[in-house]
């Protein structure tokens, strides 16, 4: 029979059965989650001792384990006591590295905890753990550093644990988080049209969007620290999303398609707006050019330009700067003039303020 198919409450013609071995269980339960020990990360902080399957290193080389409980390779396990397992000794003069594992041994029919040796090393190396379906599955949860010379052996967690389920919600997304455990991601679909689709991930700092979904926010990156702007004749185009926590990746052009010369404020570089503040912990560099095609203003028909986000409370505008046009060893000029018939465009990304450092 070319198809299988189960488990039904009898078996078919048609390939259906009703009893499952062992190998298609595991099949089958290991589409339902990977790996994982069966506690969820929930709180802000952690003390090592108060997890499941905390572990310490007694009478040299032995390790208790203590309870918890865990899916592994699609077999559920429930460790009710603590347990005793023995590194075995390293007497050579190059350090190992084991591993302790929860094993599922489909054959034996028993999921049991176990330390798995590794090879002496100038670089050691832990074992891989093994993944084979139907024989043997392993899931880490510790790695154990084991010095030369018989030294005390140490631990290092490695165990994955389960964690909040993500959530979907219509709108009001962020007001929803309050209501959500800290480790949750949420998306928002958007489906008033209000806003945009969004990734939110409620962690210790609270509830922050991680990424935009779907198109880019379209913005207007209005000019400051500069005069006789024109009322019309300005073209605007800013793009701009979200593309991790707290980091925009932003694009603009600014046409002046009018023949006036925009000047700047006395003693301050023309700016461009931001989509968000910028974070002034260190302050910023963005990259851009000016492209000037008649020659307007005495300067170059294409110009690099720079932008700076100043240490301090913040930078809701990039001042713009660029190279001296008559002298190398003069460097960066303050951006004076922004010629007519000339377009600015920068692009690139910037962490943003969004936590008020």
């Known amino acids: 029979m070319a198809e299988i198919s189960y488990p039904f409450s009898r078996s078919s013609p048609a390939g259906g059965t009703e009893m499952v071995s062992e190998t298609q269980w595991q099949a089958m339960a ?27 290193v007694i009478n040299g080389r032995t390790i208790e384990l203590q309870p918890g409980r865990a899916w592994v390779g699609g077999f559920y396990y429930q460790l009710t006591a603590s347990t005793l397992l023995t590194v ?105 049209g209000g806003d945009s689709q969004n990734e939110m991930f409620k962690g210790r700092d609270g509830c922050i969007i991680t990424r935009h979904l779907g198109k880019s926010r379209t913005y207007s990156p209005g000019l400051a620290n500069a005069i006789n702007v024109p009322s019309n004749g300005m073209v605007y185009k800013g793009r701009w999303r979200w593309i991790a926590p707290n980091v925009v990746f932003y694009s603009i052009s600014i046409e002046n398609t009018t023949t006036t010369t925009i000047k700047n404020r006395p003693d301050v570089p023309i700016a461009f707006e931001l989509p968000h503040q910028a974070n002034g912990g260190t302050g910023q560099v963005l990259n851009g050019h000016m492209r000037n095609m008649d020659y307007r203003g005495g300067m170059a028909n294409l110009i690099q330009l720079q932008a700076m986000c100043w240490p301090g409370g913040g930078s809701t505008h990039a001042s713009m700067y660029y190279h001296n046009s008559q002298t190398v060893s003069e460097g960066m000029d303050v951006l004076r003039t922004f010629p007519g018939r000339s377009t600015i465009f920068f692009s690139g990304t910037y962490e943003a303020n969004v936590f008020s450092e």
């Open 88 to 192: 075995e000794p390293n007497p050579t003069d190059k350090a190992r590295k084991d591993t302790l594992v929860l094993r599922t041994d489909v054959v034996q029919g028993s999921v049991n905890a176990s330390v798995v040796k590794g090879q002496p090393s100038a670089s050691p190396i832990a074992p891989l753990p093994k993944r084979i379906p139907g024989q043997q599955w392993e899931m880490v949860l510790y790695e154990v550093d084991v010095p030369a010379k018989d030294g005390a052996p140490q631990l290092s967690l490695r165990a994955p644990f389960d964690l909040p389920q993500a959530v979907a919600t219509p709108w009001n997304t962020r007001p929803a988080a309050d209501f959500l455990p800290v480790g949750t991601f949420l998306l928002d679909l958007d489906n008033n």
């Open 30 to 56: 290991g589409m339902w989650g990977g790996d994982r020990v069966d506690f969820r990360l929930t709180s802000e902080s952690y003390a090592s001792g108060v997890l499941p399957f905390s572990a310490t």
